[in-house]
């Protein structure tokens, strides 16, 4: 009997896929063959720190959120990544606590009064949301359906206070509106969902981040997933190898169990792989489209494919912007409270000439006070809108909204060159991060982590095909650190799985089928 070594194989290299490698090699002594196949030209995925104008950027993830006990943050410190003498970078200041909001038409609205109040009052409603206090407003189980319930209660117990301001209401009141819409724009980005009617509120109660303050990290994000990749033998990973099919287990006792097919039509039999590819690409590849996404022989089966088709996974962008100002003044914070009315009536839309892609941004602000790159981002349809722009048409909606925002910093200051992200056009990922739709619930993640086969009875699961990365993790999904989590998960399913000596003679016979 030869023993050979079981291989396995890890499908892609972000954070997931690169922490369990880390781990598998760290921890079984060269027990297994070992290969990272990542379709792209350079490792990290959705994780990806770039240069513009300048400036050191992130594309994608930006923030440590929280870090009180964030694996990500322990690998920061220990490897020196927080701290940088020689550079500047992204929000390196954290936020200004008193940024500028402006109203659309260009009049300063006063924090104290009217801009903090809504903010309260929009925290209060997403904190109770959080620590499960909150019940959903009549029968819509929606995020949106909860928040407005919440802003229509709070300018009823005003409006009582306020009768003697008679029109002025009216106007405080669509004030308000606009104030409280620019939070919940803040809630598209971070959740990812395009339209918050279709985020499921009882879900944001199992949501968890880590406590302390949210960092951004002084040498780059892709410093992180750099030192994981550092860790492993040379040749492990391997780039340019995009993977089409999945070959597993039908009970015909192939062996080894898994053939994996990729696009320049070369194969490999595994015993094990760990898909971590985004859910996005799931998506496409159970879609009825050719030659998009992953394409699974068998097709998984039912209890996978309506997980990954009824969670939600929506666009994220950052737009970064050049801007020459004459002035000496750094480009202020400044946070846009669009009008809403001009949502409903189409005419008035089309006389401003602000373009409708732009009206769900929240925020305009440099990167790092005194910075001359300014960060916007966008969500949804309007991220999708802004993917297929060409820079000039992105420079000209920029400088609409900067005319019908801040007309007097206007003089003497325009956007230069700009660069986004794509994650939603971009075939390796269609899509920024994961979120709990209307039509899923928390256990759809626990789905995505099961492996495959499923075992029947008391029968162990064979472990053929196993699943990594940020839409597999119940509680932390749509972060660098539930990535980081679902790969250690998944690796420490294969060395408890090899860990029992009976498993180990099987593989070694090379008979798991
Ligand atoms: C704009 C943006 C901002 C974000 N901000 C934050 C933040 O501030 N904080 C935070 O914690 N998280 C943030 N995130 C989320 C975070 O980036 C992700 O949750 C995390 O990086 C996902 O890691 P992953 O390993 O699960 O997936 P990925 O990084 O997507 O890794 C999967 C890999 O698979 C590769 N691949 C795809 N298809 C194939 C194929 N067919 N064959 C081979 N390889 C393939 C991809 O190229 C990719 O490298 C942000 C994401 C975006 C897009
Ligand atoms: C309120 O507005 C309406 C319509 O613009 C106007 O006719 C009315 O006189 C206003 N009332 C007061 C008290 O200002
Ligand atoms: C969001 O979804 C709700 C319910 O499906 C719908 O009524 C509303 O028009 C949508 N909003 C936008 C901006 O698409
Ligand atoms: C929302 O999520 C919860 C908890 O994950 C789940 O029980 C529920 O079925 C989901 N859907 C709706 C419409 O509430
Ligand atoms: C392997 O088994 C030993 C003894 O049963 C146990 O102490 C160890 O934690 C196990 N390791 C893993 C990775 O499961």
Not at 357 to 375: A, F, G
Request: one cysteine or more; proline letters at 4%; glycine letters at 8%.
């Amino acid at each position: 009997m030869v023993a050979t070594k079981a291989k396995i194989v890890i499908v892609g290299a972000g954070i997931a896929g690169l922490t369990a490698a880390h781990r598998l090699h760290a921890a079984s002594h060269n027990l297994f063959d070992l290969t990272v196949f990542e379709a792209d030209d350079h490792i990290g995925g959705r994780i990806l720190t770039a240069d513009f104008a300048g400036d050191r950027i992130e594309m994608g993830a930006t923030w440590i959120h929280g870090i009180e006990g964030s694996p990500v943050y322990a690998i920061a410190t220990e490897h020196n990544l927080l701290e940088e003498s020689s550079c500047i970078w992204e929000r390196m200041d954290g936020f200004p606590s008193d940024p500028l909001t402006v109203a659309e038409g260009g009049f300063t609205v006063n924090h104290d009064n009217l801009a903090r109040p809504i903010l309260s009052l929009y925290r209060r409603l997403m904190d109770d949301a959080r620590t499960g206090d909150a019940t959903s407003a009549d029968r819509d189980p929606s995020v949106r359906a909860y928040l407005r319930r919440g802003l229509r209660q709070y300018q009823a117990a005003c409006t009582i206070s306020n009768t003697a301001l008679g029109n002025d209401t009216l106007r405080l009141q669509a004030l308000e509106e606009s104030l409280f819409a620019m939070e919940e724009c803040t809630e598209r980005t971070c959740t990812s969902a395009d339209n918050l009617s279709d985020l499921n509120l009882s879900a944001e109660s199992e949501y968890r981040e880590f406590p302390g303050d949210h960092i951004t990290i002084a040498k780059g994000y892709s410093r992180i997933v750099e030192h994981l990749a550092s860790a492993l033998p040379p040749g492990t990973i391997r780039l340019g190898k995009k993977l089409s099919l999945v070959e597993w287990c039908s009970g015909d006792g192939a062996s080894p169990p898994v053939r994996l097919h990729f696009s320049d039509d070369s194969a490999v039999d595994v015993d094990h792989v760990i898909v971590t590819v985004s859910l996005g690409v799931l998506k496409a590849g159970i879609g009825k489209e050719d030659g998009k996404g992953i394409k699974f022989d068998p097709a998984l089966p039912d209890f996978k494919r309506e997980a990954i088709g009824r969670l939600g996974f929506g666009v994220v962008d950052k737009l970064f912007m050049e801007v020459e100002t004459e002035s000496r003044e750094a480009f202020p914070f400044v946070r846009l409270a669009f009008r809403q009315d001009l949502e409903e009536k189409a005419s008035m839309r089309h006389a401003s000439k602000i373009p409708w892609w732009i009206r769900k941004t929240e925020s305009i602000c440099p990167i790092y006070r005194e910075s001359h790159v300014l960060l916007a981002w966008f969500a949804g349809k309007e991220a999708m809108c802004l993917e297929s722009l060409d820079d000039k048409e992105i420079i000209c909606g920029v400088h609409a909204t900067l005319d019908g925002f801040l007309p007097s910093n206007r003089a003497g200051c325009r956007i230069a060159s700009v660069k986004r992200s794509r994650w939603g056009t971009d075939p390796l990922f269609l899509g920024s991060y994961s979120y709990v739709s209307v039509a899923s619930s928390v256990d759809d993640l626990d789905l995505m982590a099961e492996p495959l086969p499923r075992g029947k009875g008391d029968e162990v699961p064979r472990l053929q095909i196993l699943f990594a990365g940020e839409a597999t993790h119940r509680t932390h999904y749509s972060t660098t650190h539930g990535a980081y989590y679902s790969g250690i998960r998944e690796a420490d399913r294969l060395l408890r799985f090899y860990n029992d000596s009976e498993q180990l003679e099987i593989s070694v016979d090379a008979i798991l089928c």
